[in-house]
């Protein structure tokens, strides 16, 4: 069986996602620190799948996913996984709450987890951490009695205990996690595909033009994201996500009607939808 | 002189940004911990105008600031200012380059120096801080010799020295802030517009529709950006910024039609155009 890269360090929302959908497909998995690391390893066969985060509920696209699949790997989104994010307080075993001294945790965690922090560690410094894993592991080294915002995995692999959880102020929080590789993923009839767009240049209508390709031919869109090209401020590329499979002829159509009028069209596959939820 | 509140703590590129562009203009800066605290000031009345930033050339959109302009406040953006963000490598005064063991700064930041660091500090340590300010703090008060990744400005506020500086990947890196307040500003000839929609309902052609309105009357869009809203994920409501004035009257024209065709349509106010550069 193949190996797959995820994430890490071990014990993220990342490795969750893999462990509840995906572990009977792969017989190792291996730990990167960033995106782009999981990434460059599939394209260089270090691994033959990699599974990264592209969307959260609330907080919008991981920028560095969407840039990194556009602009440095040459991959195929062969799968997509939506997973809930349910923040954890882990402290180590035999900690009582009243004597946390100070919470770790990535800042944007700390942030979803604003209401249960004010309510029940107003005062109580919050420390950063490069990710939740960190934070728990953190946690479970530090004298002080300390509390992570991390994912429940986190408790295990790091010997803590899970204190409360459900911590974030909206209930709908959950992430789309993608799984990239080099295969071509089968027609299923309930698919998407995803799309790259660089337009000529900046000037009205551009991206109406790209909208209409679609909407004469009835195909919808799920997602349009643009994103700046970093070269200068207010130049943008567009990320799109299309109802369909590249194998239907109406979005076959319109991709091929679209490759004459953008400066590039990269076509990031074709994969089964996954049904939205929790 | 009225108060302007700004992305805290002391020493950040926000009060970079309001230093050079407008400090003639407050007699009082206020420091606050995070964007929605700056927001909140100026809708409750505690300052007159905030400041924050809004969208930086490499990362994208500053969510946060989208979100709480469309869901929680009730302001106008009033002018928009355009600031380079160089990131410096900050110590203790007399500390040597060659004795650092421990990089500090915000994850962002961390990530926009990834080649600097590479290049130089091969294996040592990153710590995560809330912000790059908060690491020119933690740096300052350490006894290890740390360096810290963040704004030139935050060396003066803490007493650090200027070990090097520009260690950003990407030359083009800038940033947009947006001043807010309760002003109208007049039509300079030069203008942007803001608004939020907010659709019926997620149903094919409905972004088309909007685009259509703006592209039928001439009226360029300088920016769309797609956000989460937070209920379901897959719907999105959209931020747009539109080249002109809402006293224009092809703007307004416009603006108008669609009206009856939202949910809800949010003006954010129409102020100069920064030029772009930096």
């Keep these: 069986m193949p190996r797959i890269g995820y994430l890490g360090p071990q014990g993220t929302f990342t490795q969750e996602a893999l462990q509840e959908n ?12 960033t995106v782009p690391e999981v990434l460059r390893a599939v394209q260089t066969g270090a691994v033959e799948s990699g599974i990264v985060p592209i969307e959260n509920a609330i907080e919008g696209s991981v920028n560095v996913t969407l840039d990194t699949l556009a602009f440095e790997t040459d991959l195929l989104i062969e799968r997509e996984v939506v997973h809930p994010v349910r923040h954890c307080l882990l402290a180590r075993k035999g900690t009582a709450r009243e004597s946390i001294k100070g919470i770790v945790s990535h ?11 004010t309510r029940w560690f107003s005062g109580v410094p919050v420390e950063a951490a490069n990710s939740t894993a960190e934070a728990a592991m953190t946690v479970s080294r530090s004298y002080l009695p300390l ?40 027609h299923t009839g309930n698919d998407k595909t995803s799309i790259v767009c660089f337009i000529q240049e900046n000037r009205p209508g551009s991206l109406l033009e790209i909208l209409t390709e679609f909407a004469s031919r009835g195909v919808n869109l799920s997602k349009i994201e643009s ?48 049904s939205v939820g929790g």
């Design 22 to 33: 995906l572990s009977d497909q792969f017989d190792e998995q291996v730990s990167y620190a």
């Design 107 to 117: 800042p944007q965690a700390t942030a979803q987890c604003r209401g249960f922090l």
């Design 147 to 186: 509390a992570a915002i991390a994912p429940e995995l986190a408790a295990s692999i790091y010997d803590l205990e899970v204190l409360d959880c459900e911590l974030e102020d909206h209930p709908a929080n959950v992430t789309r996690f993608v799984v990239v590789g080099r295969q071509k993923s089968p």
């Design 227 to 274: 994103r700046p090209t970093k070269k200068v401020l207010g130049e943008y590329y567009f990320f799109i996500d299309i109802e369909g499979h590249v194998d239907d002829p109406e979005v076959s159509e319109a991709l091929g009607s679209l490759v004459g009028k953008l400066r590039e069209l990269k076509l990031l596959g074709s994969y089964p939808a996954a």
